[in-house]
C-alpha cells in the first residue's frame, strides 16, 4: 500500500503535531473558553493555541461560537465529526500510560547516547 492511500496519513494531516490532540482531549471535556484552553494546553503560546484552534475549526472538527458581549466571549467545542476522533484519543492516552516509564527510559537512554565522551 502506497504511504498516500494509507489512513494513518489523513489522520495525522488533521491531529498531528504538538498541540491539536491535546486541545481535542480537553474539548472532549465539554465545551471551553480560550483562556481555559491556555490554561489546560500548558507550554502552548496564545498564537500558536489560536492557529491550532483555526486549522482545527477549518478542518471541521471544532466549533468556534462568538458572542456579542462586551468583553467579547468566545467558546469551542467539538462537532460531530470532531468527536469521531475520540477513540484515538482515548487509546493514545492508553497506550501512553500503559508505557510511560518505557518511554521515559528510552528518551533518557538516548540523551546519554548522544552526549559527548
Known amino acids: 500500500m502506497d504511504?498516500?492511500?494509507?489512513?494513518?496519513?489523513?489522520?495525522l494531516g488533521v491531529i498531528g503535531g504538538k498541540w491539536k490532540a491535546r486541545v481535542l482531549h480537553h474539548l472532549e471535556n465539554g465545551t471551553k473558553r480560550f483562556g481555559e484552553l491556555r490554561r489546560l494546553v500548558r507550554g502552548a503560546t496564545p498564537q500558536v493555541l489560536t492557529a491550532q484552534l483555526r486549522?482545527?475549526?477549518h478542518d471541521g472538527l471544532v466549533h468556534r461560537e462568538v458572542y456579542p458581549h462586551v468583553p467579547p466571549k468566545v467558546e469551542?467545542?467539538?462537532?460531530p465529526f470532531g468527536r469521531t476522533v475520540s477513540p484515538i484519543l482515548k487509546t493514545m492516552c492508553r497506550w501512553g500510560a500503559h508505557n510511560a516509564s518505557r518511554i521515559k527510559d528510552a528518551k533518557t537512554a538516548g540523551?546519554?547516547?548522544?552526549?559527548?565522551?
Not at 504511504?3 to 489522520?11: I, P, R, S, W, Y
Not at 540523551?111 to 565522551?117: D, F
Open 55 to 57: 486549522e482545527l475549526e
Open 111 to 117: 540523551r546519554k547516547k548522544a552526549r559527548p565522551t
Open 3 to 11: 504511504d498516500h492511500d494509507c489512513g494513518v496519513e489523513a489522520t
Open 76 to 79: 469551542y467545542s467539538l462537532t
